[in-house]
T-cell receptor, first 115, second 115 residues
Framework: AQKVTQAQTEISVVEKEDVTLDCVYETRDTTYYLFWYKQPPSGELVFLIRRNSFDEQNEISGRYSWNFQKSTSSFNFTITASQVVDSAVYFCALSEASSGNQFYFGTGTSLTVIP | EAGVTQFPSHSVIEKGQTVTLRCDPISGHDNLYWYRRVMGKEIKFLLHFVKESKQDESGMPNNRFLAERTGGTYSTLKVQPAELEDSGVYFC?????????????FGEGSRLTVL
């Protein structure tokens, strides 16, 4: 069974619109970490954020914000006032204390911001 | 400071041939990881080195894959003989910390196409 589900395969928005990328995870561990990575056209995976399972506070960083809800096992990512440079594939990932140092990634959401 | 570098960026080979992918982690990072993304699917863990030792190779698909990290610096991943289903993007990542709080730094990936 997939531990991280990103149901949205592709999303297109017009510049300046807000967009939310969904991430649902599955784990039996009480200690785990959630991550978001951005993969721009150049290919590398760029770290965006890490949250641990004991910290449900939402986080905002500029135009980016993350909503972590343990009750629904979700860790959604919102981009406010999207820009063309936000176009990329975004991956959500999970690491569990019981699984060593493995990251479990979702299938990614390809975001296209249209000028 | 140089990031994680991978070579080649793209390799096209025929079924049955051998390919060797190379990863140079960030200098000083003892932890090195290999991941793979088959087209449209999630990024999957292959293995984890701590210095020159294999800490976890539970994600290696079969014995056609051989990873080495002699001297604890760069790593190679050899596929021999390559099969069609080996096509995908192979990512290397490194981190300074072994625990789950450490950020993983990814390279740009090596795209392998097996014809």
């Amino acid at each position: 069974a997939q531990k991280v589900t990103q149901a949205q395969t592709e999303i297109s928005v017009v510049e300046k619109e807000d967009v939310t990328l969904d991430c649902v995870y599955e784990t039996r561990d009480t200690t785990y970490y959630l991550f978001w990575y951005k993969q721009p056209p150049s290919g590398e995976l760029v770290f965006l954020i890490r949250r641990n399972s004991f910290d449900e506070q939402n986080e905002i960083s500029g135009r980016y914000s993350w909503n972590f809800q343990k009750s629904t096992s979700s860790f959604n990512f919102t981009i406010t006032a999207s820009q063309v440079v936000d176009s990329a594939v975004y991956f959500c990932a999970l690491s569990e204390a019981s699984s060593g140092n493995q990251f479990y990634f979702g299938t990614g959401t390809s975001l296209t911001v249209i000028p | 400071e140089a990031g994680v570098t991978q070579f080649p960026s793209h390799s096209v080979i025929e079924k049955g041939q051998t390919v060797t992918l190379r990863c140079d982690p960030i200098s000083g990072h003892d932890n090195l990881y290999w991941y793979r993304r088959v087209m449209g699917k999630e990024i999957k863990f292959l293995l984890h080195f701590v210095k020159e030792s294999k800490q976890d190779e539970s994600g290696m698909p079969n014995n056609r894959f051989l990873a080495e990290r002699t001297g604890g610096t760069y790593s190679t991943l050899k596929v021999q003989p390559a099969e069609l289903e080996d096509s995908g993007v192979y990512f290397c990542a490194s981190s300074a910390r072994q625990d789950l709080t450490g950020e993983l730094f990814f390279g740009e990936g090596s795209r392998l196409t097996v014809l």
